[in-house]
């Protein structure tokens, strides 16, 4: 499930920090899910606060993962990036739903790198998982 529902808001606090692969990652517990992102360097300032939104604010969330209990992740080309003109690009593809995180990676980049227009392979930015508990 496709969910670009992503809107541009207040700059948030950041929770939790960590490296995987090399990128820098922030994690936080929201509700009933973990948010994860992947702090790459080519991400501006308004694409971080727009993926910072999804880990601080339930509605937004809730817009980016409609099933709760489901995986889900974004995926995003370095070259085309996220967020152009105070609009998402094309490229930058969220799927939700899934049944668990391999699928939803695997799913979002694989949309990704159909819809991106640059040399450059796309990336996950954001991991969503339901928590344990």
């Known amino acids: 499930m496709r969910s ?5 808001a207040l700059a948030a606090a950041t929770a939790g920090g960590g490296e995987a692969g090399g990128v820098a990652t922030e994690s936080a517990r929201l509700g009933t899910s973990r948010v994860t992102l992947h ?5 501006t300032g308004q694409e971080l606060t727009a993926l910072r ?3 601080t604010n339930e509605e937004a969330l809730k817009a ?3 099933v ?3 995986y889900a992740a974004m ?3 370095p070259d085309d990036g996220f ?3 105070g609009a998402p690009v094309a490229s930058a593809v969220a799927m939700a739903g899934l049944p ?3 699928g939803a990676a695997s799913a979002a980049l694989a949309a990704c790198d159909a819809a991106r227009k640059a040399a450059a392979a796309c990336v996950v930015v954001l991991e969503v998982a339901p928590t344990k508990d």
């Open 83 to 85: 967020i152009r003109n």
């Open 53 to 55: 939104l999804v880990m």
């Open 75 to 77: 995926a995003v080309s």
């Open 39 to 43: 702090v790459h360097p080519f991400l």
């Open 68 to 70: 709760a209990g489901s």
């Open 64 to 66: 980016f993962v409609p």
């Open 100 to 102: 668990d995180a391999a």
């Open 4 to 8: 670009m529902a992503l809107a541009l």
